[in-house]
């Protein structure tokens, strides 16, 4: 059982490190078999950042490359060689400099000052899968143009930094296999020490609108399950769901979809 520290966070109140808490955890008897150090995005996005194309000009050897000056925000221009099919002056862009470890799968790259075609590349425009942020190879990530050259990818894009608990869960401790679970043992045991109190969400916002919309259920087998209930939801628009959402479930290993199943795995984990 995966369990993100940020996210075991949103229940409870404490200024408790990821070592300590594992700690606690364990005591409590859910044993904390590791901790890791994650990020949403894999490297962190260290070593990229945003930069503005200043020219576009044609390769003198290669008719598919662009010979690029790129402003960092930290001084002198650089050079960078682009094989983009959509890379243009005035760009805002993701540069990843001479050093940084791009993570596009599990072997990962790191770039190097090259040449490319006898023409001085010092380091890459990146396009999204690239980053680790998407699935698109279709060209270079075009940013918004009110980005300012300089600032680092990870702040851009608001890179999250989380540490993960496995917890090696016992068939006797089914209660710990969510964070709220997880948060409620833990709170139990802060407040031998002062007044700590589990932050359940929410749910005074939530109303039946109407009753119009009946599904049936039927629980064939009665004596394994006492109780079974659902609702019927209108007007989604299935489209990707907020960084935020999107972060929760990546710190614990799971693959983002969509907003519909996106927030039916935050809940199931939550």
Not at 249 to 262: A, E, H
């Amino acid at each position: 059982m995966k369990i993100s520290y940020n996210w075991l966070r949103q229940y409870i109140d404490t200024g408790l490190n990821p070592q300590q808490i594992s700690e606690i955890l364990t005591n409590t008897g859910l044993e904390v078999e590791g901790l890791e150090e994650v990020q949403s995005v894999k490297g962190g996005l260290e070593g990229v950042v945003i930069g503005e194309v200043l020219t576009c000009d044609k390769h003198p050897d290669a008719d598919k490359l662009t010979v690029c000056t790129v402003n960092l925000g930290d001084g002198e221009p650089v050079q960078i060689v682009c094989g983009a099919p959509n890379v243009a002056t005035g760009q805002k862009v993701p540069v990843a400099t001479v050093g940084a470890t791009l993570w596009p799968d599990e072997k990962g790259f790191t770039i190097k000052k090259t040449k490319i075609r006898g023409a001085v590349s010092m380091g890459m425009i990146c396009a999204e899968d690239e980053l680790g942020l998407g699935s698109s190879h279709e060209g270079i990530l075009v940013l918004d143009p009110g980005a300012l050259p300089g600032t680092p990818a990870a702040e851009y894009f608001q890179v999250e930094n989380d540490h993960v608990f496995e917890i090696g869960l016992t068939p006797n401790r089914i209660d710990g296999a969510s964070h709220l679970g997880a948060a409620r043992d833990l709170a139990a045991f802060l407040s031998q020490s002062g007044k700590v109190k589990l932050k359940k969400p929410s749910v005074e916002a939530f109303k039946a609108d109407n009753n119009h919309l009946h599904i049936p259920v039927e629980i064939e087998e009665k004596p394994g399950c006492k109780r079974y209930s659902g609702l019927t939801i209108q007007g989604i628009t299935v489209a990707e769901s907020p960084d935020w959402l999107q972060n929760r479930l990546k710190s614990i290993g799971q693959t983002p979809i969509n907003n519909v199943v996106d927030i039916t795995n935050f809940v199931l984990h939550e």
